[in-house]
């Protein structure tokens, strides 16, 4: 997924954050968006214009009153420009004067005259953001439909601690990314299966695995995100249900995952197997809690779960399938071998170990499908899974097409 040609709109207000929005103007150059930048007199005293211009390769527009700048792209045209419109920060006072529909400078201006998605990245001090006065201006906002990104807590500028800051500048970035993604798999069936299976071995032991789960449920959350009707099968898993998702069905075996998916499956229009499924369960599980054998050891048996994947695609109509392959080395080579054996559509594959894959934050993928491949380099799990979405959707309308 890119912003390529995208055309963003940067407001910036006066805030001490109007730093970190230099980094986002490159951010989003970087993904081939177009930025260009407006700023409230206020934002001048923070960061100057030339900073932004040098950044976005564009003149800086503050007043609504230059008879140069209107003459080269007047505002009306400005508005119309811009496909998205992000002010970041928004001060404790453009918000004010954004509920309000003031329309007293160039940004509140131009966030009334754009029918573009209007983004509002909130910072300020932490007493601000909690007074009811801006609270009512957000809740007014957000009933309106503008979307509110953050603010995030933690340290602030002013030394104070608590909910205010804004979001880091990729974060903004992923925003928008997600807000042109919107739509990609709308009206389609997404099956997502997550998280470890647990194999019992008797009442208080198992056999699991690593998986936190977290790659899965940003998956079924960013496809959620586009539109998709998603199902969620979760392993035993401690993490909230994403927003957008519409039905869980929590397992624990891979039995029963196994059955779960399966039930599941026939509506479904694409699967994407996250879940990290055990390979082999106890053949026999104890009723009651095994003793220690003393010192001669413990054997257990253990026999092959059923691979979910592979009797899907064995069906004669089944959903367009998505692996995942973790692997400790020759990533491409596994993955390249599962996809064709398994009869999957696509894989997404992952190197596990070194702060990536199962109980990290942070992933990196590379997809392989027939004839194709891309490097999804290392970033959040939500970016990715965002980026991973946009990938799947393109791939299941070329199979339509
Ligand atoms: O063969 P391997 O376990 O590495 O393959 C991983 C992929 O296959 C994942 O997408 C996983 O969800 C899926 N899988 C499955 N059923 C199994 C084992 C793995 O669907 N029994």
């Not at 420009?81 to 954004?98: C, D, K």
């Not at 936190?212 to 960013?222: D, E, L, N």
């Not at 702060?355 to 027939?370: C, H, I, R, T, V």
């Amino acid at each position: 997924m890119s912003l390529a040609e995208r055309r963003v709109l940067l407001g910036v207000s006066g805030g001490i954050a109007a730093y970190k929005s230099c980094e986002l103007v490159r951010r989003l150059r970087e993904g081939g968006a177009e930025v260009r930048v407006v700023m409230t007199e206020a934002a001048t005293h923070f960061v100057s214009p030339t900073t932004f211009q040098a950044l976005s390769g564009q003149s800086v527009r503050v007043s609504l009153w230059d008879a140069q700048a209107e003459a080269a792209m007047g505002h009306i045209e400005l508005a119309r420009w811009a496909e998205r419109i992000l002010v970041a920060p928004a001060s404790a006072g453009l918000l004010a004067r954004l509920a309000q529909g003031m329309a007293d400078d160039l940004l509140t201006t131009l966030c009334l005259a754009s029918p573009a998605p209007l983004f509002l990245a909130p910072a300020m001090n932490q007493q601000m953001w909690a007074h009811p006065a801006v609270q009512a201006n957000v809740s007014t906002l957000r009933q309106r439909g503008t979307q509110l990104l953050g603010p995030a807590a933690g340290a602030q500028a002013c030394g104070d601690i608590g909910s205010g800051r804004m979001l880091e500048a990729h974060e903004l970035r992923d925003a928008l990314l997600a807000s042109f993604a919107v739509g990609a798999l709308a009206g389609l069936n997404v099956l997502v299966s997550a998280g470890p299976t647990y194999e019992d071995i008797d009442p208080v032991r198992f056999i699991g695995n690593r998986s936190s789960g977290r790659m899965g449920f940003a998956v079924a959350q960013a496809a959620a995100e586009a539109g998709a009707r998603v199902t969620l099968v979760a392993g035993p898993v401690s993490l909230p249900t994403p927003p957008g998702v519409m039905q869980r069905t929590d397992v624990r075996s891979a039995a029963q995952m196994h059955a779960a998916v399966l039930a599941a499956a026939a509506q479904a229009d694409i699967y994407i197997a996250a879940a990290a499924v055990g390979d082999y369960r106890p053949l026999e599980v104890s009723a009651q809690k095994l003793k220690k054998q003393g010192g001669s050891g413990l054997l257990l048996q253990l026999g092959e779960n059923p691979d979910i994947l592979a009797s899907l695609s064995a069906q004669e109509r089944h959903p367009f399938l998505v692996g995942f392959a973790a692997e400790t080395h020759d990533v491409a080579g596994y993955a390249q071998d599962k996809l064709q054996r398994k009869g999957l559509d696509m894989i997404a594959a992952n190197r596990v170990g070194e702060g990536l894959g199962f109980e990290a934050a942070d992933n990196a993928l590379s997809l392989y499908w027939a004839g194709g491949a891309v490097e999804l380099p290392r970033a959040g799990k939500t970016a990715l899974a965002r980026q991973l979405i946009t990938h799947v959707a393109e791939r299941y309308r070329a199979g339509r097409a």
